[in-house]
């Protein structure tokens, strides 16, 4: 048996000679450089002690070595877990104590901070900087770059855990095998039609699904290749358009990229797809983008638990503020959120899907993963929608109140808690409000104690070391009462109707 996923990235290489990354600084990497490194590193994991089954666990800055250990990672046939760079150190113990890992990666920068952590749950700690350098690096140095003999991996073992969250604030980590990772990215290659004459300006953070699994597996099952940015500048992404075929990105890039003034049917002549996600993409944007460049964005719709589940034509019309199709193997229906029967086309409803991509459970929360699936097999998603009569599928709420900000999954209830535990609060309710920049802007609504002097300045101050920065609400705005149904339940949906145009 081979390497499940790691064989199909050989199979598809064009060449060792052929290009697979470009960095912002010049820098060139090639398909037989990307295999000799990531051996160098696989040789340094086993060294260490790492064996199949372990969980490796980064938290540091986007960079081609910090890629080349997730495929080191698969290579040893290890679990790779990218944790967000913005999670404090209350955050990662956690995540940390959770999954147990055999190695956590860190920043030289937060190594004081994190390595308590790392001992506690007794993972080894190395370092790895932006620029690529770390103790991980020097080890790998010293390693033979000669072939690494991949560690046998079936479609069904596990490629990586993806922490998620719920509205109960406790995070799940969501395990993906080599099969959802593969399938979903051969599939989004055939169905974007990427080859080997691809080059992905890739400016998205590679700890989320998108930027990870959709963007660079996608690549590399193509034998395509990225312009690598460390993270999305609107000037040196229309710059590098002059070099690339394809982007994929999150609503705020498109929005910056069309306020500025360099944004032209010259700039992305060379360009033959723009792709976006994690968040919806403003009807207004999506018309903006296309009036200036010609181009229309073609936007789709995934979960970390899922990978992409659909998305709009390559050919065909891209409907604004529509998610498309099922990809080809993905089942799904739209359902009575009560009774589970099919809805009509133009009723909402959840939304269930099922095929390939889907994953295979939370980590170590067997009763939580039987709740998520119904008996048939179908992955309830907590996201509501409805099919047009045209078989579009549209995202029109959140089940679970998730909310999206700037591409990235912020969960009320872990918000609510820690307002609430500030001196002087009754009670909070966080809601997502439509953001021209972020998709959805992060908002709190606090009752205070009578008397309390408590305002937005010392709950922003209160929060800012205690949650990442893409948690943090954009408003904190003050009232006297929330408003609740007859069970006693806030009704969040009164909330978002009230401050809809709050960011306008």
């Known amino acids: 048996m081979s390497n499940w996923l790691f064989e199909a990235v050989r199979t598809a290489a064009p060449g060792d000679a052929a290009p697979f990354i470009e960095t912002a600084d010049g820098r060139t990497l090639s398909y037989g450089e990307m295999f000799a490194r990531s051996s160098q590193l696989a040789r340094a994991l086993v060294s260490i002690g790492v064996k199949p089954g372990d969980r490796i666990a980064a938290q540091v800055e986007k960079s081609v070595e910090a890629l080349l250990l997730y495929l080191a990672t698969v290579r040893t046939g290890g679990v790779f877990l990218p944790l967000n760079n913005g999670y404090t150190a209350s955050e990662i ?27 506690k749950y007794g993972a080894r700690v190395e370092t790895l900087d932006r620029d690529g350098g770390g103790s991980l690096t020097a080890l790998a140095a010293g390693e033979s770059d000669s072939a690494f003999d991949d560690v046998s991996r079936g479609p069904d073992d596990l490629a990586a855990i993806l922490y998620t969250s719920g509205t109960t604030g406790r995070s799940k980590g969501a395990m993906l095998s080599h099969d959802n990772l593969l399938s979903n990215a051969l599939t989004l290659k055939d169905y974007w039609r990427f080859t080997p004459d691809d080059r992905l300006l890739h400016a998205l953070p590679i700890f989320h699904t998108h930027g990870l699994f959709v963007a660079t597996n996608t690549v590399l099952v193509a034998g395509a290749s990225m312009i690598f940015l460390p993270r999305f500048d609107a000037d040196q992404a229309i710059s590098a358009m002059t070099r690339a075929t394809t982007m994929m990105g999150v609503p705020t890039f498109y929005v910056r990229l069309v306020q500025h003034g360099g944004l032209t049917r010259e700039a992305t002549r060379h360009m033959r797809l723009f792709i976006s996600g994690s968040a919806p993409l403003l009807a207004e944007t999506h018309r903006a983008f296309e009036a200036l460049t010609g181009h229309r964005v073609l936007e789709r719709y995934g979960m970390t638990e899922t990978n992409m589940i659909t998305s709009n034509p390559y050919d065909g019309d891209r409907v604004a503020g529509a998610v498309g199709f099922p990809l080809p193997g993905v089942s799904l229906r739209v359902v009575d959120v009560e009774t589970g029967a099919p809805v009509p086309d133009g009723d909402v409803g ?27 097999g179908f992955f309830v998603t907590g996201d509501l929608g409805k099919r047009d009569e045209r078989g579009y599928l549209h995202i029109v709420g959140r089940g679970k109140d998730l909310v999206i900000s700037g591409g990235y999954n912020v969960y009320p209830k872990e918000i609510e808690s820690e307002i609430d535990a500030l001196p002087g609060v009754v009670e909070t309710a966080v809601i997502g409000v439509a953001h021209p920049d972020f998709g959805e802007g992060v908002t709190a609504l606090v009752v205070l104690e009578k008397g309390a002097s408590v305002d937005e300045t010392a709950v922003l101050s209160a929060l800012s070391g205690r ?13 006297d009462d929330l408003p609740r149904n007859a069970m006693g339940k806030v009704q969040k949906n009164l909330l978002r109707e009230r401050y809809a145009d709050l960011y306008t």
Do not use: S
Request: hydrophobic residues 40%; proline residues 9%.
């Open 350 to 376: 959840m939304i269930e899907v099922k095929g390939p991509n889907v994953f295979k459970g939370y980590w170590r929360m067997p009763e939580k993963t039987k709740t998520e699936f119904r008996e048939d």
């Open 93 to 119: 113990d956690y995540f940390i104590g959770d999954a147990e890992p055999a190695l956590f990666v860190v920043d030289p920068a937060t190594r004081a901070a994190l390595t308590p952590i790392g001992n």
């Open 467 to 479: 949650l990442a920065k893409f948690k943090q609400p954009k408003r904190v705005l003050f009232l």
